[in-house]
């Protein structure tokens, strides 16, 4: 079992910045991708990021070039630096780690981007 904590969402102006964090606890050495999706208010849930344990990472075509993602070295936390939001970025962001063919959820934390 794996357990996800994210901290860091709030409200922020249009081309402010944020930086989410979430950490896991449990069976970590299990872990293997870890990353972020997104659901704003009536749509799906979308991916934002993604980190594999090897350190590659994959982004969503309208985060690319102002979010980035990391991991600690011990590789039991995760970032994403959010730069230049936008008011398109408001969502509930959730956080996610693969254990071979299961994902595990963080409870999510809310970004609000608004003036």
């Known amino acids: 079992q794996v357990q996800l904590v994210e901290s860091g969402g709030g409200l922020v102006q249009p081309g402010g910045s944020l930086r989410l964090s979430c950490a896991a606890s449990?069976?970590?050495?299990?872990?293997?991708?870890m990353g972020w999706y997104r659901q704003a208010p009536g749509k799906q849930r979308e991916l934002v990021a993604t980190?594999?344990?090897?350190?590659?990472?994959n982004y969503a075509d309208s985060v690319k070039g102002r979010f980035t993602i990391s991991r600690t070295n011990g590789k039991n936390t995760i970032y994403l630096q959010m730069n230049s939001l936008k008011p398109e970025d408001t969502a509930v962001y959730f956080c996610?780690?693969?254990?071979?063919?299961?994902?595990?959820w963080g409870q999510g934390t809310q970004v609000t981007v608004s003036s």
């Open positions: 980190i594999t344990r090897g350190g590659s990472t």
């Open positions: 996610y780690a693969r254990v071979v063919t299961n994902d595990y």
């Open positions: 449990g069976s970590i050495f299990s872990i293997g991708a």
